[in-house]
Structure formats: C-alpha cells, structure tokens
C-alpha cells in the first residue's frame, strides 16, 4: 500500500509564474489535507478537502492560492503569481473515512520544496 | 481543541528512554492527545495517541495523568533516528467539518547524542 505521494519533491519557479503541487492520498482515503511549513517554522494548516469538495480553507491566503481534489486523480494545490514569500515546505496528508479511527488520524507525505527566485 | 506546552529542546543519550513531557491543562473529556514528529526535511510521523489509559505500540509509549492535564511520550531505547522534532496535539478524535486538521505547535526538538 502506497503511501501518499507528492510531487514534484523539488519545485523553483520564478516569482510571477504559477506553481501546481500534486498529492495521491493513500489508497481508500478520501479526506485530504495540505500544510504550509516556513523556514525554521511549524506546520500551519491550510485546506481540508474531501472528494470535489472545500471542507475547511480557513488557513488558506485570501488571493492567487486555490486547491481542488477532483473525482479522478490527485488533489492539487495551486499558487497564482508566486512571491519570495511563498518559498517553503507543503505538505499533503491524508485519512480514512470518519469510521476507520483507529490508528493513525492522518498520513502525511514528504512534502513539495518550493523556491521562489 | 486544548492548548498544549512542550519543552522546546531535550537531549537524551543513545540507548537511553527519551521521556517527552507535553502539557494540556485545558483538555476536555472528549480530546485524545496525539504525537507525530518530524525528522528534518521529511513529512510528520504518526508515533502514537490516547485518551486515559497508558497506550504502548512498537514505536512508543504513551503514559496519560490520571487527572488528563500532562503526558509523557517514552522512546524506550533511543536511537541517533529518532532525533526528530516531536509534537503532541490534543484533539477531539471523532471531529466533523472543520474540526478534522491537525493543529501543529512549536513541538521538541529531541537530539539524540551518540
């Protein structure tokens, strides 16, 4: 069983071109997460996803972020005209159904580095 | 869900358990207390959660307060690996909506010394 799967692992876009991170959930899962990690900073939650649907983007910056996680294929986070500031660690993590608990709640992948130059 | 307090820094020799203590003096009856952590530039681990009994899996041990308002994560043999940054969250297990994402503190940074 696969684990969940982000690419790219290494991304440099100059600032003003667009950015699109990718992430497969685990096999069955359907309830996706993304998180941003800045130099020398914690985890900050982003977007909840569950299939074709925003559960929670509360974390999200208001302008040129977005994400979708559509019927078919990954979810994607997707950043609009990138500035230095957007340079940083994100993270996808994924979970089960509300029924399966036990265990891990979330499974995280190795994360996307993002450089803007 | 309940703030949590964690050290910022420990060191523990190899071989030796690794005691993580992690505060949560205003955890509710329904918040289970969860550890990940972090090895450097890799994505967050889960270790190990609970809600008032002492839990123990091949990676851990997870030792509850009676009272519920601290815990302590045990690595039984700690290895040069496990030099991590370790975070404990409280969280209400069964959330809906909004309530389902991890809330990351600061966390430890464990540094195991050869």
């Known amino acids: 069983n696969a684990g969940v799967m982000q690419n790219p692992r290494h991304l440099v876009r100059r600032r003003g071109q667009e950015a699109r991170l990718r992430c497969s959930p685990m096999?069955?899962?359907?309830?996706v997460y993304w998180y941003r990690q800045l130099p020398e900073e914690g985890l900050k939650f982003m977007v909840y996803l569950q299939k074709e649907n925003i559960i929670d983007e509360s974390g999200m910056p208001k302008e040129r972020f977005s994400a979708e996680f559509p019927k078919e294929g990954p979810s994607i986070l997707r950043i609009q005209q990138v500035v230095r500031g957007d340079s940083a660690a994100y993270f996808c993590?994924?979970?089960?159904?509300?029924?399966?608990?036990?265990?891990?709640?979330?499974?995280f992948g190795q994360g996307t580095r993002l450089t803007v130059v | 869900d309940a703030k949590t307090t964690q050290p910022p820094s420990m060191d523990c020799a190899e071989g030796r358990a690794a005691n993580l203590p992690c505060n949560h003096s205003?955890?509710?009856?329904?918040?289970?207390v969860y550890w990940y952590r972090q090895i450097h530039s890799q994505g967050p681990q889960y270790i190990i959660h609970?809600?008032?009994n002492n839990e123990t899996n091949e990676m851990a041990s997870l030792i509850i307060t009676e009272d519920r308002k601290s815990s302590t994560l045990i690595l039984p043999h700690a290895t040069l690996r496990d030099t991590a940054v370790y975070y404990c969250i409280v969280r209400v297990s069964r959330p809906s909506g909004s309530a389902r994402q991890l809330t990351f503190g600061s966390g430890t940074q464990l540094t195991v010394l050869p």
């Open positions: 096999k069955g899962h359907s309830h």
């Open positions: 609970g809600l008032k």
């Open positions: 993590a994924s979970s089960p159904l509300a029924g399966h608990l036990r265990g891990a709640e979330a499974f």
């Open positions: 205003t955890i509710s009856g329904n918040e289970y």
